[in-house]
């Protein structure tokens, strides 16, 4: 059962500009969201989460919005750079177990 | 550094085989969680440690799979008889906050 859902396998942006990644979730029992960013070889490395009693938080470039009518968050990256290039997944808990997670946006940005 | 350390890296073995991964958190965490990650796919709850007591299994650990936490520090997971089904990176994670859970840098598993 695929809890948490991140249709696009790939994303490719230019240097500078927005990226944004999206993920759906279908248990309204998660509390928590969380974006997580991987290299090869390493484990996933946190980036940002929200609580599901906010729509947005914001850190540096990074931000998070959520919907939860929509069952929808997204992940903005302004200004995008190559660093960034890496795959980022979506996360979704409740009360800090059993984190169920995407499969993944590998984002590609370009010089 | 994500205050976790995993043991071996990388590991090769031939089907049929039992292999054993430790994880050793820098600092004392009451919670430990075991994860896999196959190809393509984001990381799947395995098991999760509250000190000693091991607190839930997934379905996808089979009788084949053991994970111990005997001292409430650091974890071993061992798979017996190991398939090819098998390969993947094993991870484990600890809490902080807020609500997040911190990564280890996996242990990468092939059964020939």
């Known amino acids: 059962d695929q809890q948490v859902k991140q249709n696009s396998p790939s994303l490719s942006v230019q240097e500078g500009r927005i990226s944004i990644l999206n993920c759906d979730y279908t248990?309204?029992?998660?509390?928590?969201f969380l974006w997580y960013k991987k290299y090869p070889a390493e484990g996933p490395t946190f980036l940002i989460s929200i609580s599901s009693i906010k729509d947005k938080n914001e850190d540096g470039r990074f931000t998070v919005f959520l919907n939860k009518s929509a069952k929808h968050l997204s992940l903005h990256i302004v200004p995008s750079q190559p660093g960034d290039s890496a795959v980022y997944f979506c996360a979704a808990s409740y009360n800090n177990n059993d984190m169920r997670f995407g499969a993944g946006t590998r984002l590609t940005v370009k010089p | 550094d994500t205050g976790v350390s995993q043991d071996p890296r990388h590991k090769i073995t031939k089907r049929g085989q039992n292999v054993t991964f430790r994880c050793d958190p820098i600092?004392?965490?009451?919670?430990l969680y075991w994860y896999r990650q196959t190809l393509g796919q984001g990381p799947e709850f395995l098991t999760y440690f509250q000190n000693e007591a091991q607190l839930e299994k997934s379905r996808l650990l089979s009788d084949r799979f053991s994970a111990e936490r005997p001292k409430g520090s650091f974890s071993t997971l061992e798979i017996q008889r190991t398939e090819q089904g098998d390969s993947a990176m094993y991870l484990c994670a600890f809490p902080g906050p807020p609500e997040t859970q911190y990564f280890g840098p996996g242990t990468r598993l092939l059964v020939l």
């Open positions: 600092s004392e965490h009451n919670r």
């Open positions: 248990n309204s029992m998660f509390d928590y």
